[in-house]
């Protein structure tokens, strides 16, 4: 029985191994990190953006990944000390800062569904994206920093 008083199924005990098992494997959470940001890094690619318009089932992949991998990443990130969080911070920041500066400066349109227009304010969001992602991280370690800065 678990704290519920209710003896746990033998798919739950299944699934509980499951989770063991991957977090031997994860235990800072730097491959749930890494698919979170190979997952972000295939949603970006143009001709990715394409193909979810014209088929449907790559239309409920992009959302189902997307669900899957915002739960990986609140695993992961809850594993993770400062050091890797600020890793895949940064990169992830650099990777959204290039590919918005690509879909600005680029005189023909990436995507084929999408109007020129469209892929200048793509760009202009992403880059503003990388640069408030960090500043809201850091707001939310604030105290953590002050500590760092303080022991120093």
Same mark, same amino acid.
């Given at each position: 029985?678990?704290? %519920? =008083?209710?003896?746990?199924?033998?798919?739950q005990?299944r699934?509980?191994?499951v989770?063991?098992?991957? !977090? !031997?494997?994860? $235990?800072? =959470?730097?491959?749930?990190?890494?698919?979170?940001?190979?997952?972000?890094?295939f949603?970006?690619i143009?001709?990715? *953006?394409?193909?979810?318009?014209?088929?449907?089932f790559?239309?409920? *992949?992009?959302?189902? %990944?997307?669900?899957?991998? &915002?739960?990986?990443?609140?695993?992961?990130?809850?594993?993770?000390?400062?050091?890797? !969080?600020?890793?895949f911070? &940064?990169?992830?920041?650099w990777? *959204?800062?290039?590919?918005?500066?690509?879909?600005?400066?680029?005189?023909?349109?990436?995507?084929?569904?999408?109007?020129?227009?469209?892929? !200048?304010?793509? =760009?202009?969001?992403?880059?503003?994206?990388?640069?408030?992602?960090?500043?809201?991280?850091l707001? =939310?370690?604030? $105290?953590?920093?002050?500590?760092?800065?303080?022991n120093a």
């Amino acid at each position: 029985p678990h704290s %519920t =008083g209710l003896p746990r199924s033998t798919g739950q005990m299944r699934m509980a191994g499951v989770l063991a098992a991957v !977090r !031997r494997f994860d $235990e800072y =959470g730097v491959p749930g990190l890494l698919l979170v940001s190979f997952a972000g890094a295939f949603w970006m690619i143009p001709r990715t *953006l394409d193909y979810v318009l014209v088929s449907p089932f790559a239309n409920c *992949l992009k959302f189902a %990944t997307l669900f899957a991998v &915002g739960l990986v990443l609140c695993d992961a990130l809850s594993r993770a000390n400062t050091i890797i !969080r600020l890793f895949f911070l &940064g990169n992830f920041c650099w990777m *959204l800062a290039v590919v918005g500066i690509v879909y600005q400066s680029v005189p023909n349109r990436l995507c084929n569904f999408y109007l020129a227009s469209d892929q !200048r304010a793509a =760009g202009i969001a992403l880059v503003a994206l990388a640069v408030c992602l960090p500043v809201v991280w850091l707001y =939310g370690a604030r $105290e953590q920093v002050r500590r760092f800065l303080r022991n120093a």
